[in-house]
């Protein structure tokens, strides 16, 4: 069949079909309108054109079927491997979440020219046996690689010509497949320009803080992947917002320019940041150290800390058993506990080596084993989680040191990555507003971890909401290791009664992270108040032991004790705010004991003189009906 012919045929069976379907009387008009259906040049019919274009892009070596009914043999276009995924079982799919002092190294300037921005594990897919009585076929990886392709549920566009939606006003580029993230991570200064911390003090048990993040996405960074895109463009991306240590975000609200954008959720970040320690990574990552991996990046401590504290208080080696064994549904004795601990003995010492900063006791990286509760893919048997550790420990001693700082990051702290749509060139700003505890036992003072170096310059503001408190002493700032950060890190540091603002740009010396301590104090208005009604409280409780026992007795005692009492209800309830209440916190606690007792004293005493106390239930009546009337 010829293309050129079978169009002439066409157009000439729908003219006819149009003359004798409007059978028009009037000769002219029927003469207009077949002109207008044959005519050449202003006619509704165009071409012949030629449509030339290359075959769909076909899936790559390592692809598995999710579908068991699948031909053997068949090898499908990527958009139908996609629409496969998305036909598959959902029994693996998420259900749910930088580095020290300097960022890694940046690989911008080592990108490979790639003709598809999707990049595949490069391990083997035959299943091979250990030797042993008790061996599990190694299993292939690629229901792990599968999840981030079946969460996307788009096909991978080709870099030339990006995915756009329809029916919106303005096209958007959908570029939110890889290794567009990738880059984003490894020159986050590049886009990131400022960063703004509002930190917002009026709670006592934490603190309301607002980032705001002033992006400009410069149209050669997606370039030097092949994205072509121009200035002005809308493109949706996943984008790493900034690095935070493993603590749930509480209060999270997010905005982007265009409207609303969803934070993606933890188990969706692990996988990215797997994908991305292989984009890192120039050894292939075997199918069982990434379902390892894939568990270390997801793993919260808050089931380890209750077998700890709560199961197995004294012996850590037992609490380890219960933990793997609840969380494995396998028999874990302490001697496997003591065998996985020895096997990764080396590793754990590399990772702490590729942090370069304190840790806790009871983090990841001092007991790796902690993750494997974590896994996509659980073990099947005791043997086979040895195995696994084997294998981790191999890989964690051949890999490059690069790779062991993204693994020893994600092991404490994850990328916020987001889902949103910024126009490409243009100055845009992304909110992220979240409640951080406390941080600290002192009631005076608080510390907080702050991530300067999310972008190339940034400012922090810090404000105290109640006017009966104030910023005590000048901001400190304490890297990691423990060590002052001041000048040339920081450019400028200002602070007043009630806002501290501090002002960091210089790159050279700048660590990731700092730890931002600030002391703060009642007025001195509330503090004289409150030692005058202490001295008050003092004389009065001398005066209550050494009243004379006469007919007076009772009078003199109300005098004393009633008014006192007074105040001080009217002192313990004067803090408006939960951190005034979290400064007289001390105070008000004695404040209580010395009424209390300076009470139980006169008590005792007109217990002692036989005086009537009637009156003192009556009084105290009326005294309950005046408050509850105020």
Known sequence: MIPSLVVDEVRQSLVEYLASTFALADDEVREALSEFLQDQADGIFRGPYLRVRTPFASVDQYWRSPLDWLPEGFKPHAHQATSFGRLGPRDSAPQCGCLIGQRRTRRISQLKPTTTPTRTWTTSTTASRRPGPDVTPQRDNHRVRSLLQRWLGIATPAPEAPARWLGAEQPVLDLRDEPVPFVLLDDTHAWRERLVEDLLIQDGD?????????????????????????????????????????????????????????????????????????????????????????????????????????????????????????????????????????ALGRSRKLLHDALGEPVDPDSLLTTLVLALPFVELPPKSVAEVHHWIDQLDRFLNKAAQQVREIIAEYCVRWEVMIDVVIPVGEPCKVKLATRRPWGSKDPRRTTQRLAIGDAATAHIDLRVADHSVFIASKPGLRNLQGATVGIPVVDDLRFADDVASIYVSNNESRPYFVDMTVELSLRRSTVWMMRMLWLLVAVAFAVTLVLPEDGDLADGLALLVFPLTLAGTLVLTRATTGVAQRLHERNRMWLTAAIGLMWIVALGRLLAADVDLGWLIDTARDLRHTVGSW
């Open 206 to 342: 934490h603190i309301e803080v607002t980032s705001s993040y002033q992006l400009r996405l410069q149209p050669d960074l997606l370039q030097r992947i092949g994205v072509e895109v121009a200035t002005g463009d809308k493109v949706r991306l996943i984008l790493p917002l900034t690095t935070r240590p493993k603590d749930l975000l509480l209060g999270v609200d997010l905005a982007g320019p265009e409207g609303p954008c969803a934070l993606l959720l933890k188990s969706q970040i692990a996988l990215l940041q797997l994908r991305y320690l292989e984009w890192n990574s120039e050894r292939p990552i075997g199918p069982d150290v990434a379902n390892l991996l894939y568990g270390m990046f997801t793993f919260n401590r808050g089931i380890w800390d209750h077998c700890r504290l709560e199961l197995e208080p004294k012996n850590r080696n037992a609490a380890l058993a219960r933990y793997l064994s609840d969380g494995l549904d396998l028999e874990i004795s302490i001697g496997d506990v003591g065998k996985m601990h020895r």
